[in-house]
Every structure is written in structure tokens, then in C-alpha cells.
């Protein structure tokens, strides 16, 4: 199982760029690399994923180098409710995906 | 759709006592699992399920049995509650393992 490595906490201010590095320089062939959002007293949020290059959809960017033992999940013009828990996450795409291992994740905190 | 719903949100329980923790979906997802999430830190995989019948030991399975005898629903058992299982659990469902839709967990304390 690829282990991944992620700072433990980081502050923003509103209107910021955050990017957010996880290494996983264990991945395997198979692996996807899946971020995940938490806040407070809820379960985990879908944010993003992805295999290779470059991912965007409405709420961040995924960015994968070649090699894949990092990625960096790109949130643009953070706000406070963007104050959260995020997870990377990395797993195979068949049905071992689901032995992946969280983590202790990374503690955004976005102020005025 | 409701979606992962769980119950119940909160239990309190005494060393020694059984009880079920319930997850449904009705998303008509194969994929099902139970994680457990110690105050401060990541979530760690108990049990999962790729299908109806089908179930798979997690990261810290010790304590805890599941059943999956249909799609919806996706039981969690605990066989004699200790002060270790102290914890917020959170059922989560797919349709691949690529994403996954998590419940808004249960709250167990125990005594």
C-alpha cells in the first residue's frame, strides 16, 4: 500500500492561492491519487482525482508530475469555508482501492 | 436520494455491551465500508464490501464483525465494546472505488 506524506497544517488568507503537496513515492502502476475534504463533525468530501498530468474541475486543480511520487491539489481564491481537513489519498483502481490509508491529512485554516 | 444515512448519530456504551452500528445507501452502489476516525486523526479502514455477500477486512478489523446480505445495507457489529473503540465511525458507499460518498457518522463512546 502506497504511504503518502503531507504537511500536517498550513495557513491562507482569503483570496489566496493554496497549494497542498502530498508525496507518495511508493505509488504503484495502478494507483489513483484522490483528495479528499473534511470538515468538523462531518464525513469526507470528494474534491478531486486523478492518474497522470493535470486535473480540473470546478472546485481545484490536481497537478501530477511524471514520475507520480507527488501531487499538488491547487485550491484558487480560498475563502473561509474553505477551513478544512484534506486528505490525499492513493489507491488502485480495482477493488484494492479500497485498502487505502487516509492519514492524519492536512489542516487548512484560511483567515480574514 | 438520501444518499450514506447512519444510525444511530450518538450511542454511549458500557465495557462488555454489543450493539449495531447501521449504514444504508440508496445509490444502488456496490462498494460499502466502515472507516473509524480517532479524535484528531485520519480515518482508518475497519471492514469493507464489493458486493452483496462479499466482505474484506480493513486496517483494524480486531473487534468488529460486518454482514452484507443486501445493496442498501451495510451493517457494523460490535462484539463486546471496549474503551479503544472510543471513536466516530463513518459508513462510506461507491459505485467504484475511485469515489467515495460518506455518511455523517455515528459518535460511540464507551464506558
Known amino acids: 500500500l502506497a504511504k503518502t506524506t503531507q504537511p500536517i497544517s498550513m495557513d491562507s488568507y482569503e483570496g489566496q492561492e493554496v497549494n497542498i503537496t502530498c508525496s507518495h513515492n511508493?505509488?504503484?502502476?495502478?494507483?489513483?491519487i484522490t483528495w479528499y475534504q473534511q470538515f468538523p463533525s462531518q464525513g469526507p468530501r470528494f474534491i478531486i482525482q486523478?492518474?497522470?498530468t493535470k486535473v480540473t474541475n470546478e472546485v481545484a486543480s490536481l497537478f501530477i508530475p511524471a514520475d507520480r511520487k507527488s501531487s499538488t491539489l491547487s485550491l484558487p481564491r480560498v475563502s473561509l469555508s474553505d477551513t478544512a481537513v484534506y486528505y490525499c489519498?492513493?489507491?488502485?483502481?480495482?477493488?484494492?482501492?479500497?485498502?487505502?490509508?487516509f492519514g492524519a491529512g492536512t489542516r487548512l485554516f484560511v483567515k480574514a | 436520494n438520501a444518499g450514506v444515512t447512519q444510525t444511530p448519530k450518538f450511542q454511549v456504551l458500557k465495557t462488555g455491551q454489543s450493539m449495531t452500528l447501521q449504514c444504508a445507501q440508496d445509490?444502488?452502489?456496490?462498494?460499502m465500508s466502515w472507516y473509524r476516525q480517532d479524535p484528531g486523526m485520519g480515518l482508518r479502514l475497519i471492514h469493507y464490501?464489493?458486493?452483496?455477500?462479499?466482505?474484506d477486512q480493513g486496517e483494524v478489523p480486531n473487534g468488529y464483525n460486518v454482514s452484507r446480505s443486501t445493496t442498501e445495507d451495510f451493517p457494523l457489529r460490535l462484539l463486546s465494546a471496549a474503551p479503544s473503540q472510543t471513536s466516530v465511525y463513518f459508513c462510506a458507499s461507491s459505485d467504484t472505488p475511485r469515489k467515495q460518498y460518506f455518511g455523517p457518522g455515528t459518535r460511540l463512546t464507551v464506558t
Open positions: 511508493n505509488i504503484a502502476t495502478n494507483d489513483y
Open positions: 489519498l492513493v489507491g488502485d483502481i480495482n477493488t484494492g482501492g479500497f485498502k487505502t490509508i
Open positions: 486523478g492518474y497522470k
Open positions: 445509490m444502488n452502489h456496490e462498494y
Open positions: 464490501s464489493v458486493g452483496a455477500g462479499i466482505t
